[in-house]
């Protein structure tokens, strides 16, 4: 299982980091994904890190604002939040591809609880 940890409210411009710590297997030879479902909207793919190359790609919507990073010797994952706007309010969710090149959803064999984050002042 993944399990998040993280979330909160914060002001526009602040910062968060979300953390998802795998428990059962190991993370290493996953793709690794953050996904954000925002209210009323389907949930989006906003940052992945493929296996084995480990290359990252972001969501035009959040590029240059959020980085994506794993750890494997904590079996772990984690999205770095900066510049936060209102419209990142969403609920984020993590999630684990085997072996993949992508993070497609459809794809995601582990996915966390998800972590409620609202950007408001």
């Known amino acids: 299982q993944l399990v998040e940890s993280g979330g909160g409210l914060v002001e526009p411009g602040g910062s968060l980091r979300l953390s998802c710590a795998a428990s059962g297997f190991t993370l290493e030879r996953y793709a690794i994904g953050w996904f954000r479902q925002a209210p009323g909207k389907g949930r989006e793919e906003i940052a992945c890190?493929?296996?084995?190359?480990?290359?990252?790609k972001y969501a035009d919507s959040v590029n240059g604002r959020f980085t994506i990073s794993r750890d494997n010797s904590k079996n772990a994952e984690y999205l770095q939040m900066d510049n936060l706007m209102p419209e990142d309010t969403a609920v984020y969710y993590c999630g684990a591809v085997w072996r993949g090149l992508a993070c497609v959803s459809a794809s995601v064999n582990y996915w966390g609880q998800g972590s409620l984050v609202i950007v408001s002042s």
């Open positions: 890190m493929n296996y084995p190359d480990s290359d990252t």
